[in-house]
């Protein structure tokens, strides 16, 4: 395969080569104007075999390319048969060639000079994907592939000039220019409907052929024209290869000089470069709407008629965001279908316009683009399903907790309180007693017990409180930090823009986040105030608790720090800290509050 | 003096009844609720109510909630709130509606006889009785540009007694100095703080405490 690929690529420039250098090679006086009829086939034909060869490069897996090779040597053989009287070199191609083929395959090698023509049918029909699409375009070409061998075989076996009656040429002349003209009209309307069914990618690429077809449409229009031409030029009888009653597009080959050009540069226009798809996968890592991904692929693939089909497994088909069933196009479409498998069954498919075809890398990557993204999109779900499982496991715990907290504050209350305040009532009777019966020794004893006591029920209330302040959940937050304030070995400033209740976790939770600030502030910061700001607005609860100490506190350091922002995540807020040197430090949160 | 008492631990119900009872009071009702302290109230004639802050059901501020409506249902009871815990804001709150007849204590209090019955009595005459626990949270507490920081320690013994809602009477014999001379301490401090000498010696202490508790 790759032989071969690199005799074509050595061959066609050789025998551009090699016909132009004959050309050179032969002007004489005599030859001039048969010269300039070569010419005719020689610049298209080398322009054919030139843009081919560069255009089977670019594209390798592109049809087009060969195709616009055998155009270009198909001319070029012709050429060389225009010049083979008054060129050598010419000749000895000629012969090399005849003597390869043989002389009785002289017809053969005469029949397929003009495939040439069919062949820039098949490709204007065929571009730019190298593939027929409809039935009616292949069945079109393969009829003429047949048929015009075949009518210049009729034309140059029967003896026409010998004399079997002048109708019988007028006839064969008129039935093939019908054929011809009809089949060329019928290529022409196909591709025109190609043009105008197209998308955006396919006229993209079709309107450089269709501009480059227009000098040959006016010479197909205009057959005096040619009639001109052939005035000024002098053609001089050119033998059996060269048909002047043919059509005269066909006779024409100049006018294709562009034509090569245009399918080049249409080829390439329809070469979508990576670019566009690049973009789509910064796009897509963006993270896209399920509705945005079909635009974005659009304009990446620049084709605007491109859907997205995702795979639904209780339908057992592809179906559109709208659960409108799918149908993949058939390999003869017009359409083409890529399906993005997942691990058990397809996740999608890409139906497009089939001129994107050509480019099945480019489709390829921007499909794997889109199933990754998809997948993305899956992964994305789940994980944001399990992260609100974690949220609100979270958001459990820390209620269950404070919750805890309360009880425990609640039994000691009611428990171990109330029981040593009503032991030191008791012991405090006794005392009295004792001191009533003159019993000083006992009585002193007791005063010792009931300020040890006494003692005991001032840290067991502190502990209570650092456990939860019932002062918290008998007036609220404002009361609670008011207290915290009052017992602040710095001056505390609350500024509280409200004074209702909040659900209780989230008292608890603003309450515990500025108790541990002012504990930092008054350990760490060595300020010498303290700013407490709590608003309500719009759905949010936000507490500040600024020191003007030396700041350097920093979230990811201290545990007490990473501490609070856990629990104000846990239950949906955020805490920000802020601390510059000599700035003091902010602790910012704010609390979801409905 | 009759006294309904209020509480839902019955062995601190039954010390504090046995401290009153010690005392000459008449315990004429027990209540556990307050729900049981308003039927109470409905029917016996009492002079002064010793509630909990804290009581059946939720175990919260029923208490407060009873006092108030108490204090507005019966102008003329005393009220004494009692609490594992003191807080200036229920303080002011309970002054606030009216600084007559009210007094809020921590729970240990009962203990020192003395400090609790001189707090019942002056309750029960019209005045008001405020934690020392409070007062002197709020007079420790660190102001930004504090007045109270001029005063000398005597002014500042005298703003205590004065913000617990003792009487001139009470504070000079606890101080053990003349009348005049606290008089003069009176006035010193009311300009050094620069509070108007507003109402009796039972309106200053709600003047005297949302001094001391506005920042």
């Known amino acids: 395969m790759i032989a071969l690929r690199r005799s074509i690529q050595v061959a066609v420039p050789a025998l551009v080569v090699l016909v132009c250098v004959s050309d050179l090679l032969s002007p004489s006086q005599q030859s001039v104007p048969l010269w300039l009829y070569a010419l005719n086939y020689i610049v298209p034909g080398a322009a054919f075999a030139i843009a081919g060869l560069v255009a089977w490069s670019l594209r390798p897996a592109n049809h087009m390319g060969l195709l616009m090779m055998a155009v270009g040597v198909g001319l070029l053989i012709g050429a060389a048969g225009i010049l083979t009287p008054v060129s050598p070199l010419a000749r000895t191609i000629s012969e090399f060639l005849r003597l390869r083929v043989g002389h009785p395959s002289d017809y053969l090698f005469l029949a397929l000079g003009p495939l040439w023509a069919v062949v820039i049918l098949h490709l204007l029909l065929a571009f730019p994907s190298g593939r027929l699409g409809a039935r009616l375009s292949r069945g079109l070409v393969a009829a003429l592939y047949v048929f015009v061998p075949l009518i210049s075989l009729i034309g140059l076996s029967v003896p026409f000039e010998v004399g079997l009656g002048s109708w019988l040429q007028i006839g064969y002349t008129t039935v093939r220019s019908v054929v011809y003209q009809t089949c060329f009209a019928v290529g022409f309307v196909l591709i025109m409907k190609r043009w105008v069914q197209g998308g955006r990618a396919r006229r993209r690429s079709l309107s450089p052929v269709l501009w480059s077809l227009a000098p040959l449409s006016v010479a197909f229009l205009t057959p005096t024209l040619e009639g001109v031409l052939q005035q000024v030029i002098g053609v001089p009888d050119a033998g059996p290869l060269v048909d002047s009653t043919n059509a005269v597009a066909l006779a024409s080959p100049l006018f294709l000089i562009v034509l090569p050009i245009g399918f080049l540069v249409g080829l390439l226009r329809s070469g979508l470069d990576m670019t566009s798809v690049a973009s789509l996968v910064v796009r897509l890592s963006n993270g896209l709407l399920p509705e945005q991904l079909q635009p974005a692929l659009a304009k990446a693939l620049h084709d605007p008629s491109l859907e997205v089909a995702y795979w639904v497994p209780a339908l057992e088909s592809f179906a559109d965001l709208n659960g409108r069933r799918v149908e993949l196009p058939g390999p003869d479409s017009e359409r083409a279908a890529s399906i993005l498998d997942g691990a058990a069954s397809p996740v999608a498919a890409l139906v497009y316009d089939s001129s994107l075809r050509h480019e099945p890398q480019l489709v390829e990557t921007a499909a794997a683009a889109v199933r990754m993204a998809l997948e993305n999109a899956g992964l994305q779900a789940q994980l944001k399903a399990q992260l609100e499982e974690v949220r609100q496991s979270r958001a459990r715990l820390v209620e269950a907790g404070q919750r805890e907290r309360q009880q425990v504050e609640r039994d000691l209350h009611d428990g171990a309180q109330q029981q040593l305040v009503a032991l030191l009532l008791a012991l405090q009777a006794t005392r009295a007693e004792a001191a009533q019966y003159g019993d000083k020794r006992t009585a002193a004893m007791l005063g010792a017990n009931i300020a040890a006591l006494k003692q005991a029920l001032v840290e067991l209330r502190e502990l209570a409180r650092g456990i939860h302040p019932s002062i918290l959940t008998e007036a609220g937050l404002v009361a609670a930090i008011q207290s915290l304030g009052e017992r602040c070995p710095i001056p505390v400033q609350l500024d509280a823009e409200y004074s209702d209740r909040l659900p209780s976790h989230l008292e608890a939770t603003l309450y515990f986040v500025t108790a541990e600030a002012i504990t930092n502030a008054v350990k760490h910061s060595g300020g010498g105030r303290i700013q407490i700001s709590l608003r309500r607005r719009s759905g949010i609860v936000a507490l500040d608790v600024c020191d003007d100490g030396k700041g350097g506190a920093d979230l990811a350091a201290g545990t007490g720090l990473r501490g609070l922002s856990d629990r104000v995540a846990a239950v949906g807020g955020q805490l920000t800290v802020k601390s510059h040197h000599a700035g003091g430090t902010t602790i910012h949160s704010e609390i979801p509050c409905a | ?215």
């Not at chain 2, 039927?39 to 208490?63: C, F, K, R, W, Y």
């Not at chain 2, 934690?131 to 001029?150: E, H, I, T, W, Y």
């Open chain 2, 1 to 215: 003096m009759r006294v309904i008492v209020a509480d839902d631990s019955a062995l601190f119900r039954a010390g504090l009844v046995r401290v009153l009872q010690s005392e000459g009071f008449e315990v004429v009702g027990q209540a556990r609720t307050a729900d049981e302290l308003y039927a109470l109230l409905a029917t016996e004639q009492a002079s002064l109510v010793i509630l909990d802050i804290h009581m059946p059901p939720t175990q919260t501020n029923e208490g407060l909630i009873a006092a108030r409506q108490i204090r507005r249902q019966y102008p003329d009871l005393g009220v004494l709130l009692l609490s594992q815990y003191v807080e200036s804001h229920h303080a002011l709150e309970l002054l606030s509606q009216s600084p007559d007849r009210v007094g809020y204590l921590l729970k240990d209090r009962v203990a020192d006889v003395d400090e609790f019955f001189d707090a019942v009595s002056r309750v029960a005459s019209g005045g008001s009785a405020i934690d020392p626990l409070v007062v002197s949270r709020l007079l420790a507490r660190k102001r930004a540009g504090d007045l109270v920081d001029d005063l000398t320690d005597r002014e500042r013994s005298v703003l205590a007694l004065m913000a617990e809602g003792r009487s001139n009477d009470a504070i000079a014999t606890e101080l053990r100095i003349s009348r005049k001379t606290l008089e003069t301490h009176i006035g010193t401090i009311y300009s050094k703080l620069g509070l108007e000498p507003t109402g009796g010696e039972h309106r200053r202490v709600l003047a005297v405490l949302s001094y001391l508790r506005s920042s």
